[in-house]
């Protein structure tokens, strides 16, 4: 059996609700885009994609060793972004490179790497961009002239009303992607790695 995991940070319903007005702001500024559901808002470590068995023990292992050697940390959330696609956009709510805790963000995702690597374990790998994702297939509004803005204008009008969200950062997951049942898009914690233990 197989399952599509990856490894990620969560947040606690303050922050949960913060991110949640920030979704609401960027959508004020779109003619169409869909919110991530406020229970599946995260920041991506690592993605794993389709993972058996012995690789999510794999996988457990390696989140477990590299949340080990990463002491708690506070973590800023700020400025919305978009990855911008021809057709619609992913707009995010990103991690300003100088921001309290980023180098120990990067350091717990490039150990974490190093861990899975280690292992054999296959995962995404490309430039680490951490960021929230907040909308996908986003589409800005038309103006009165009949053009067409980029995403990128609403998130920066967005970006303009928001001070840094701040969370703290004490475990990491497992997460597993999949459809109850069917039903929507749900992420599941299977496995959780406290941190400095």
Known sequence: MTRRLFCALTFDEATRSELARTQGLVMAGLRAGSPTARSNLHLTLVFLGEVDDAGEAACRDALAEACAQTAPFDLELAGVGSF????????????????????????????????????????ERRPYVPHVTLVRGARARVRPDGTTPQVAEACEAASAQLSPVRCRVQTAHLMWSHHPEGGALTYTPVFSAPLGR
């Open 84 to 123: 911008d696609k021809r057709r619609a956009s992913v707009v995010w709510c990103g991690v300003l490179p100088d921001a309290r805790g980023t180098q120990t963000l990067r350091t717990l995702q490039a150990s974490l790497a190093d861990g899975l690597v280690a292992r054999g374990v296959p995962f």
